[in-house]
């Protein structure tokens, strides 16, 4: 029989993908046949309900785990700054957020102002790690994943325990790095109601690639509202959302035929 997924050569403007991509254990299949790539300067936010297979795919796709069916691919060379969904602290450990970054490597302070200045958090540079709030522990985060000057962000929940006010500020940081460094972002979040509106594109997950897509066509797919409900996919189906001119990716140039 022959493979639907042949081995597929990288579109020359991929930062990172995957084509037919399976993962399973020895119980269950936790992905299955999943297509998606990240282009230079654009936000893709993968999104799914909790077990849908989203952190797994993060793995594969940084070459964590290694998928037992298909091809995943990153550019050569590329420089990936990622922030990983959960991350203890010992709160009693005395660590400021200096001594933290410089944990990243050997970098000065002058490069650590800036780069907390960049994600604007330049004040908690001598605040312990366990003194963070929520919001100021994901800038914090940002900036490590910055300090590599990274092709591709790759944030992994960046939202968990921020509220909803923060969440746009957060959401709205992340729009700015991108524009003003041109790195493309493969933001993944189980909340979609502020991810829909900053998101170039979407892709809707359970297992499978549901949909995928522009934020408001996604809101209006079958198979997403069968999953999040018609009352989200209606909200979301209002959400302005402004088009950033970025290389097409495979996806879509496949679709245009």
Known sequence: MSDPHPP?????????GARGAGFRTRRRVILEDVDISVAPAEIVTLIGLNGAGKSTLVRLLLGLEQPSAGTV????????????QHMEFDRTLPLDVRGFLRL???YDDEALRKVLARVRAE???????????????HRVLLARALLRQPD???????????????EAELYELISDIRDETGAGVLLVSHDIHVVMAQADRVVCLNKRVLCSGA????????????TFGAPVAEALAVYPHHD??????HEEEAADG
Not at 126 to 137: F, H, I, N
Not at 215 to 226: E, I
Not at 244 to 249: E, F, I, L, S
């Open 73 to 84: 691919w990153q550019r050569p060379g590329l420089k990936i700054g990622y922030t990983p």
């Open 215 to 226: 934020p408001q066509s996604v809101a209006a797919h079958p198979l997403f509202r069968d």
């Open 123 to 137: 004040d908690v540079f001598r605040t312990e790690v366990g003194a963070l709030s929520g919001g100021e522990l």
């Open 8 to 16: 597929h050569p990288a579109p020359p403007h991929a930062l990172i």
């Open 104 to 106: 990243s490597g050997a």
């Open 152 to 166: 591709l962000l790759v944030l992994d929940e960046p939202l968990a325990g921020v509220d909803v006010k923060g």
């Open 244 to 249: 950033h001119a970025h290389a097409p990716t």
